[in-house]
């Protein structure tokens, strides 16, 4: 082939790619509407159940914000994004957003305006939602009071800062579709199954990710990490250790204490509160889908944890003060909240079973906030009045309550991290 033919090969290869390139990066805006119609106030409740099981609020209302009006900072291993006003506000807001234009951003991750959306916006699970869903969460949302509440800038470090390489991340990953129902499971199975791997997306915090952010195949719903919290297994809930009831399951998804398993807390207690005001058949189907999820497969032997299993009669005898100093006036035996409002006995509670001390030492550093204008537990935090030494005296004294036998090998580490990770 002559120069000129190498030339002309070339350029085609470059117009293709370029073209390729264009296809894959590229979406047009849709137009503007200037008024909606007026939406049936039947259709705005059951949007506004839609959103609430959506966990809307948790991440587009930053503390002592506006509801709905976005500004919550969202932390991931690229930089930190900023969640959006989804008010009805005209100019800050999704509030010339069509039908449309909804639509598109939940199940392709695709603004109005045509820029592509970070996938902390879980659109590769809202894309599961139904037609119908969809409509009356649109509808609930521009029903609500616009507040005008500009966009903060992201801090993305290079290269996610440039907005179109999502769609190769789209390529890879955005493949789930709404799935049909399995007609040898009941209804409610189906149902919670729907919301589960839908509105709720679960798996985007119980599951491990990739290097690329996305969850690994064929590990979901099998564990994850959440702003320095654990986001357990919900595999095997059914015949762990400690099996969790679906009773037990249902209290524990809707804010309350449940019975031998505790409480919400960290990332999960606003989940919580958000699933307390949706119907409660809802809240038993997520149960009953949960609790199938590896059912039949049988508990594996847990070895000890390393290290010695040898009490320190010093060390122990420091826990016990510390622990009737800062945590038996509710969760000692004879407490009163033990029976005013079911204060669990920590011996009893997930954390302190897990193999992992980071979720009861978070708990205790953190504590339990009540968000404005909600009731239920409440938990003071202590990281400013617990220094590492007694955090590591408290805990291996519980600790030695519950687990005798596996004490927590990881109980130094965690404490210096946690702190570190606070600073």
Known sequence: MNKKGLWLGGL??????????????????????????????EQIKRGALVVETGDCAVCHTRPGGEYLAGGLPLVTPFGT?????????????????????????????????????????????????????????????MSGQPVDSPAMSNQMNFP?????????????????????????????????????????????????????????????????????????????????????????????????VAASHGAAAGPMRPVSLSLAKVPVSDVE??????????????????????????????????????????????????????LIDSRPDLADTSAMRSASSRNFIKTVLDGIAIPPGSSGLGMPAFAATLNGSQLTVLATYLRASAQPDHPWADLSETIEDLREDAK
Not at 101 to 108: I, V, W
Not at 165 to 187: D, I
Not at 300 to 324: K, W
Request: glycine fraction near 10%.
């Open 12 to 41: 085609t290869l470059v117009a293709c790619g370029t073209a390729i390139a264009v296809a894959l990066m590229w979406r047009p805006s849709l137009a503007p509407v200037k008024q909606h119609a007026l939406q049936e106030s």
């Open 81 to 141: 994004l900023y969640s959006t006003n989804i008010t009805p506000d005209d100019h800050t807001g999704i509030g010339e957003w069509s039908l449309e234009a909804f639509e598109r951003a939940m199940r392709h991750g695709i603004s109005r305006e045509g820029h592509f959306l970070y996938p902390a916006f879980p659109y590769a699970h809202y894309r599961r939602m139904s037609e119908g869903d969809l409509k009356d969460a649109y509808a609930y949302l």
């Open 160 to 256: 996610m800062n440039i907005r179109p390489l999502v769609s190769f991340w789209n390529l890879l990953f955005l493949h789930g579709e709404q799935q049909q129902s399995e007609p040898q499971q009941t209804a409610q199975w189906n149902r919670g199954r729907y919301l589960v791997e839908g509105a709720g997306h679960c798996a985007g915090c119980h599951s491990p990710l990739n290097l690329l952010g996305a969850e690994k195949s064929g590990q979901s719903l099998s564990g994850g990490m959440v702003d320095g919290w654990e986001a357990p297994s919900l595999i095997g809930l059914a015949n762990a250790r400690k099996p969790w009831s679906s009773e037990q399951l249902v209290d524990y998804l809707r804010g309350d």
């Open 285 to 338: 189907a997520i149960a009953e889908y949960l609790l199938s999820l590896g059912s039949n497969k049988p508990v594996e032997p847990r070895s000890p944890a390393p290290g010695s299993t040898t009490v320190d009669p010093t060390a122990q005898n420091e826990g016990a003060e510390l622990f009737q100093a800062s945590c038996a006036g509710c969760h000692g035996s004879g407490a009163p909240m033990r």
